[in-house]
T-cell receptor, first 114, second 111 residues
């Protein structure tokens, strides 16, 4: 079955440590996204990538970094510079055909930093 | 970026139709209207999208006002599994990668 896999489902880290969240898709999609969701809130865009080896900052990119070396993979690193890293992180992908195509989401990684 | 306005919550009885409204008075001619829903601790799930005409699929129907300043997601027979947060978002063709998700509508379904 095609889909998006985010791992791990739950992640715990100490403050001051960098942590990398995995996102893999086997849908052959060009575009991939990272969103952050806080309790009771909507999704906020962190980074997006329209094509391999290219990515753009979203609305809340500070304290985060990404890479897109392969079409299938779009890992997100939460750095120690991110002031409030505890959140639910969602990865999404789409064919990259523009506004008429739907996004496919993974089931998220819940990161807790203490 | 065009924004959407949705009620914070709605309630419905099981087996009855549900009409979830969304206002988007600043919509532009190239904005697509998308609906997603999210169950607790899961990623959002695509429901339906449209541009100008009403749309139907196996999950729901989307009714778009003639002036496109509002739309309504219709669940024809609500089930307990339809209880979720429903997001109405606009996707602009020019900047289609910057989806803006609001707080959505939390739908409660009573058995």
């Amino acid at each position: 079955d095609g889909g998006i896999t985010q791992s791990p489902k739950y992640l715990f880290r100490k403050e001051g440590q960098n942590v990398t969240l995995s996102c893999e898709q086997n849908l052959n999609h060009d575009a991939m996204y990272w969103y952050r969701q806080d309790p009771g809130q909507g999704l906020r865009l962190i980074y997006y990538s329209q094509i391999v080896n290219d990515f753009q900052k979203g609305d809340i990119a500070e304290g985060y970094s990404v890479s897109r070396e392969k079409k299938e993979s779009f890992p997100l690193t939460v750095t120690s510079a991110q002031k409030n890293p505890t959140a639910f992180y969602l990865c999404a992908s789409e064919p990259g055909q523009g506004a008429g195509s739907p996004l496919h989401f993974g089931n998220g990684t819940r990161l807790t930093v203490t | 970026d065009a924004k959407t306005t949705q009620p914070n919550s709605m309630e419905s009885n099981e087996e009855e139709p549900v009409h979830l409204p969304c206002n988007h008075s600043t919509i532009s001619g190239t904005d697509y209207i998308h609906w997603y829903r999210q169950l607790p601790s899961q990623g959002p799930e695509y429901v339906i999208h449209g541009l100008t005409s009403n749309v139907n699929n196996r999950m729901a129907s989307l009714a778009i006002a003639e002036d496109r300043k509002s739309s309504t997601l219709i669940l024809h027979r609500a089930t307990l599994r339809d209880a979720a947060v429903y997001y109405c978002i606009l996707r602009d063709w020019d900047s289609s990668y910057k989806l803006i998700f609001g707080s959505g509508t939390r739908l409660l379904v009573r058995p």
